[in-house]
């Protein structure tokens, strides 16, 4: 699986949506993405990539593309 | 000024002065704020004749008491915009506050929260375990305080267990297997007193006497919600920590004073056994018989202000607690800011009349 793919996934798994919701997707948009779903896509996404985000990370990833953003960062070198 | 700037200032590293400034200024704007906004808070002001042109300091604002938010429904955004409502621990059949959260709000309370627990665990996240059952996080559109405790501090959690099941029965197993796991790491404990107490540490007594023993020495445990069941088993702080090292060598331990109507604003209990106010939010200890403010060292009713709420007028509040304060910016732990101690419940008796009759003049 690419890293797009692999990112996809841990959302739609989280989130229980299909790929066509996920562009533009913010938190709280959905039902499924509040507090409780953030902490499950974070473990989702740490489990995929082998990583460990900041707490400050966390509370940033605030849409879809704001995490591509994050996990791109040095700390994490996940390119998307 | 924004909450974004008050956010990034380090949470103990104000005097006294500069504190009373900065909240000054950030609570008049939130009571201009929710004047505006709340319809029913604008009421209240009137009919107390405040004016906020005259505020001279943020101890001059009108406090609410914690039991308007179960007498009328308090909110300053249109209903559309509320994400979540929180609602307090209260017994079957007590009326419970309702507390409106938009996504500003919210965020902004899981912001100031981490940013206060980082100075006490660092910002690095550890191995968590819960001591709770999974069930307490179900319901997720109506939040209790309970759930909302666990899920704002499980994002220090990098992997989660819960140390009990839904009956309430220690998970002997899966316990000693994460910390099998994670032997020689920092493992973060999160909980609520009386639950660590009675699941948790009497479980932990009755396996040791059977050889079963659990290192949790490098263990660092936040706990919170309240003494009163222990104080009705004779279980003081001391016999708390003494008695939990004891059992599991566990010894950093940190107690915290909060409450579902000002969440993310926690009052940490530091090194020196002593509850601290952050940049975030006061305490201030009011004599029970007019209300002016107390000295260190005398006991009275629990004001609480914090900066964070937008959405709803809770940013004063009078809590139906009582305490003490112990000094402001000369803690030995080496934070700034006012420390204190909660001696308990207000008896209820004595804070219904007021608060009853009070919320009762404005529906």
Redo the contacts between chains.
Sequence with gaps: MTNLEKYNQAFIDSFEITEDQLAGLKYQDIPAWDSAGHMGLISALEDAFDIMMDTDDIIDFSSYEKGKEILAKDDYGVAI | MTYEEIVSISPYSLSKAEKEKLLTERLVELTKLHQENCAEYANILESLDFDVDKVQSYKDLPFLPVRMFKELELKSIPKEEV??TMTSSGTTGQAVSKIYLD?NT??NQ??TM?KIV?EFTG?G?MPMIIIDCPSV?KN??MFSARGAGI??F???G?KKIYALDDDMKLNIEELKAFLEKYQGQRIFLFGFTFMIWQHFYKELVRLKEEGIVFDLSQGVLIHGGGWKKLVSEAVSEEDFHQRLKDVCGLESIHDYYGMVEQTGCIYMECECSHLHASIFSDVIIRNPKDFSECGIGETGIIQVVSTIPESYPGHSLLTEDEGVLLGEDDCPCGRMGKYFKINGRLKNAEIRGCSDTYADKFK
Excluded: E, N, T, Y
């Design positions: 994400i979540k996504k919210s965020s899981q912001k981490v980082s910002s996240r996080i997720r559109a899920l704002g499980s994002i220090f990098s």
